[in-house]
């Protein structure tokens, strides 16, 4: 119990840091939305602007007034990024797909053929809609998930022009990232938006079965990250090898958030099973800390950065082990939890000046120079696991401790 509750106040102490950095540093009092290309010390050292980040960021922030209860400067640091990406971020030449840079005014800089950005948006409209209630932001969130439900799936030519990476009469595949982070929109929408719940259950279960069909693999320990339209692995190329360590526990608690959600204890085992294979693959006995990517096979990756410790992966394991480890009080799961934050303190977490930084070398040293915030960094891993990793502790040991 002790064990708990130090690291839920930690969870706390951290949150609170974290939120501070980021209404200090981050958002922009002019052009509005936020600045995520923070050095060390929070000094921005890129003025351009992130559209994943100013969707998270509007999340983010709309999360903290739905679990914690309004304030009015997270509800005001929301809505700044969601005006911003409804003024600034929408490609209307492209059907109202979403850019994925642009300046601090916001004029596009760079179009990507993946629907992540339009994912953020809809999270971060959904979440503001519970606080509101304007019926707006709800129309916004299902436009884009209906959209990229749509592109997920062949039904609508994406209107960017862009194409898949590869030539498609050679290769075509499925990524997991599409079904996982589909899965988790689905999640958020589905609890604001009880009126479409048996689309949303639908919607869901298909998710499910092309994760734990097509790109979970028990017989070799892991879980793919690009497998053929069968389902099945490529071993004799590098991209059909590919694990992300980190991008498997994140699928293992949104896999565990759906099943409990339908009360499926199999699929909730086979979540922990991902759990598992990636934690014990990718954990780096030698440092310490989850590497960024491995073989399935243990052959050389071909990313450079592939021994790099990020902070977003042990962020996921914060999150997955704690719920694991509620929903089942397995001491595997704990002692996972206590291990990776205790990596987390030694290694990401900035006393001196606030937040986490976002890349390490494999010895667990910053990168030179340090940054807090990039492209891809900004408000929203960190403290997602942070109020979720605290949320679970409290359901565990309740708010009377």
């Known amino acids: ?26 958002i922009d009092p002019i052009n509005g939305g936020c600045y995520t290309c923070l050095d060390r010390k929070g000094e921005i050292y890129s003025t351009d602007k992130s559209v994943w980040m100013q969707g998270r960021c509007a999340w983010t922030f709309g999360y903290l007034c739905n679990v914690y209860g309004v304030q009015p400067e997270w509800k005001k640091a929301a809505k700044s990024c ?19 840079t642009v300046t601090a005014e916001g004029k596009p800089l760079r179009q990507r053929r993946y629907c992540f950005s339009e994912g953020f948006y809809a999270i971060a409209n959904a979440e503001y809609y519970q606080i509101t209630g304007k019926k707006k932001y709800l129309k916004r969130a299902r436009r884009a998930y209906e959209m990229i439900y749509e592109l ?27 079904p996982m982070i589909f899965l988790n929109i689905i999640g958020i929408l589905r609890r604001v938006d009880p ?21 979970f693999h028990p017989e070799l320990k892991c879980t793919l990250e690009s497998v053929d339209l069968d389902g099945n692995p490529r071993l004799d190329v590098t991209e059909g090898r590919v694990v992300n360590p980190g991008h498997d526990i994140e699928c293992s608690w949104f896999l565990m958030d759906e099943a409990n959600y339908q009360g ?3 699929l909730h085992a086979t979540a922990r099973e991902i759990f598992k294979n990636a934690i014990e693959a990718g954990w780096d006995d030698e440092y310490q800390g989850l590497l960024y990517f491995i073989d399935c096979l243990g052959k050389p990756t071909e990313a450079y950065e592939h021994d790099m410790k990020l902070w977003w992966p042990h962020n996921e394991i914060m999150i997955a082990s704690s719920k694991a480890y509620r929903d089942t009080q ?40 340090s940054t807090k915030g990039s492209t891809f960094k900004g408000p929203f891993h960190v403290p997602r696991a942070l109020i979720m990793t605290e949320r679970v502790l409290t359901e565990i040991i309740g708010d009377e401790n």
């Not at 994406?158 to 030539?167: E, S």
């Not at 719940?197 to 790109?215: G, N, P, Q, W």
């Not at 002692?335 to 010895?363: I, M, N, S």
Request: hydrophobic fraction near 30%; charged fraction near 35%.
């Open 195 to 215: 009126d479409h719940t048996e689309e949303y259950d639908k919607r869901a279960k298909e998710c499910v079965e092309r994760i734990t069909k097509f790109h």
């Open 264 to 266: 499926n204890d199999e």
């Open 152 to 178: 997920n799936n062949g039904l609508i030519k994406d209107p960017t022009g862009l194409g898949p990476k590869t030539i498609p009469s050679t290769r075509q595949g499925y990524a997991l990232a599409d």
């Open 1 to 26: 119990m002790n064990d708990l509750l130090e690291i839920r106040e930690w969870c706390r102490e951290q949150l609170t840091i974290s939120i501070d950095f980021w209404l200090k540093n981050g």
């Open 82 to 100: 969601l005006d911003f990406l409804e003024d600034h971020c929408i490609n209307d030449d492209a059907e109202g797909r979403l850019y994925f």
């Open 330 to 369: 397995d001491p595997y799961f704990l002692e996972w939890l206590k291990k990776t934050v205790v990596y987390c303190k030694e290694h990401f977490v900035d006393d001196e000046y606030g937040e986490w930084y976002g890349y390490l070398r494999r010895d667990g040293l910053p990168t030179m120079p």
